[in-house]
């Protein structure tokens, strides 16, 4: 019996749709690119051109009461997330909502509320969970190569001197903006699926492009695990001049890993040069191999450890639709009560960092 077809349809067409979503819709076998909101088209940026098969829309209002529609993803910016998701639920659509989530775990909560009272259901589009790097690394961790893990270091350091003047450059109290929504929720929310939440967290906001306190640019969080537990350092900088950026360190009992370089996903998918389905989408250069280093009696030996074979950025998409499907709660990849704890982090991230202070979870 053939699989149900389900009418996907994307608020917003800017970057996060044309890159991040749209590409990945048209390779999973049980979604259909139904339909696109896009406010204002102009001649070099027309939804209507790239997808001519694909409804258009000018108003989300008019997609939530499109009852051919099943889902609705949510590609605007943040501060618009809570009341697209909220809609999209009570008009009974599932969601997939881009990171972060929404600007608060109170919000995040709210709309758990709705999901469940609709039965309708939420996921939330933390992709970097499938870099391979990070997959490859999880595996070492338990496949024991690394003992107890005593520290986890996760960079996203970048040269990258002229600050954004969307969202992403800019912390608002009340729109989910800056770095450590940005970048720090990818890597927050690595760090939460492998070790949960943290028994405090202190943080340290910083502009390292020029003097200014205004606009936090960058950050250092350390999440700490209590005696027993690993110490997570989250550090994102935009002033970091260097051949090899540093991704992962990892420490343990018996060993430690190394890894420089970004997983090349998102790379190729804006540069086109591989798209979803392809051979070669989200391999990686063997050169950029991680290292691993265990003792051997009294002596160090280094080995290369590739990574594993890309699931791919689709693997998300796949298991959000076997969710619709019939599996439930229990088959999202990526739940919202997961986006709400990673939040929780955030808040108390920033509280810190106001603070001076170590805040407890």
């Not at 943040?78 to 009974?92: I, Q, V, W």
């Not at 309708?120 to 003992?147: E, H, P």
């Not at 005696?227 to 550090?235: S, W």
Request: charge should be neutral; proline fraction near 5%; include cysteine.
């Amino acid at each position: 019996m053939a699989s149900k077809s389900y009418n996907v349809g994307v608020i917003g067409y800017g970057l996060s749709a044309k890159v991040f979503h749209i590409p990945f819709i048209l390779v999973t076998p049980t979604f259909k690119l139904h339909s696109i909101v896009q406010r204002t088209p102009k001649p070099n940026d027309d939804a209507s051109k790239d997808h001519p098969s694909a409804k258009i829309y000018h108003s989300a209002d008019d997609m939530f009461a499109d009852s051919s529609i099943d889902i609705i993803i949510v590609t605007t910016t943040p501060d618009t997330h809570f009341s697209f998701t909220k809609s999209a639920l009570e008009a009974g659509k599932h969601v997939l909502v881009e990171k972060p989530f929404v600007p608060t775990s109170a919000e995040a909560q709210q709309l758990i509320d709705i999901s469940s009272k609709t039965g309708k259901l939420i996921c939330v589009y933390q992709n970097r969970r499938w870099d391979s790097d990070f997959l490859t690394a999880r595996k070492l961790m338990a496949d024991g190569k690394l003992g107890r893990v005593v520290e986890f270091e996760t960079h996203f350091d970048r040269y990258k001197p002229v600050a954004p003047e969307t969202w992403k450059g800019k912390l608002g109290m009340n729109d989910a903006g800056g770095v450590i929504y940005d970048l720090g929720t990818h890597l927050i929310d690595q760090a939460y699926i492998l070790f949960g939440l943290p028994k405090t967290v202190t943080a340290v906001f910083a502009n390292q492009r020029n003097d200014s306190e205004e606009e936090p640019d960058s950050i250092t969080v350390l999440l700490n695990y209590g005696v027993a537990g690993p110490l997570v350092t989250v550090k994102a900088g935009v002033m970091c001049i260097d051949t090899e950026q540093l991704r992962y360190w990892i420490r343990g009992t018996e060993g430690s890993f190394k890894k420089f370089h970004l997983d090349p996903q998102e790379d190729q998918l804006k540069a086109g040069s591989s798209k979803p389905g392809d051979s070669g989408f989200g391999v990686e250069s063997e050169d950029r191999s991680g290292k691993l280093v265990t003792l051997e009696g009294d002596t160090h030996k280094q080995t290369v450890v590739k990574n594993l074979k890309p699931v791919t950025y689709a693997k998300l998409y796949e298991e959000f639709s076997k969710a619709i499907e019939g599996g439930g709660e229990k088959q999202i990849p990526v739940k919202a009560s997961e986006a709400r704890d990673v939040l929780k982090i955030i808040e108390a991230a920033r509280e810190s960092a106001k603070s001076g202070k170590s805040v407890t979870l």
